[in-house]
């Protein structure tokens, strides 16, 4: 892998299906595992710790653990991963602005993919 390109560096770090998903709702304040797993019905908790915890090493996101019983977790931004706010902000506009061709094309190429699978 090539770590001096920076989309290769984004990659390394925001790679995962959830990821910027996660970073945003806990920039609108969604903190607690509950609440964003309550954001992400389709990802299983098991993924979401995983990428939660990848975040973290990243040092995108902190977890404080409160020592209450039970445990409460809440997680924040790091100033660090503010500065991805307008950015992820600009990619969610170019997909709200592109919506109806971007579901026509994700839809043609599922279906292709199960018309492939019912062939075997």
Not at 15 to 25: A, Q, S, T, V
Not at 61 to 79: N, Q
């Amino acid at each position: 892998m090539n770590l001096n390109c920076g989309l290769d560096l984004i990659g390394e770090v925001l790679y995962g299906k959830w990821k910027i998903r996660l970073i945003w709702f806990i920039n609108e304040g969604f903190q607690r595992p509950s609440e964003l797993q309550r954001k992400i019905p389709e990802a299983s908790r098991r993924i979401l710790n995983i990428q939660l915890n990848e975040l973290e090493a990243h040092e995108l996101i902190t977890k404080v653990i409160y020592p209450v019983l039970p445990p409460k977790v809440e997680y924040s931004l790091t100033e660090f991963a503010k500065t991805l706010i307008p950015i992820i902000g600009a990619l969610g506009k170019w997909g709200d602005d592109n919506q109806e061709h971007l579901k026509e094309v994700i839809t043609k190429r599922m279906k292709a993919a199960s018309d492939r699978e019912s062939d075997l």
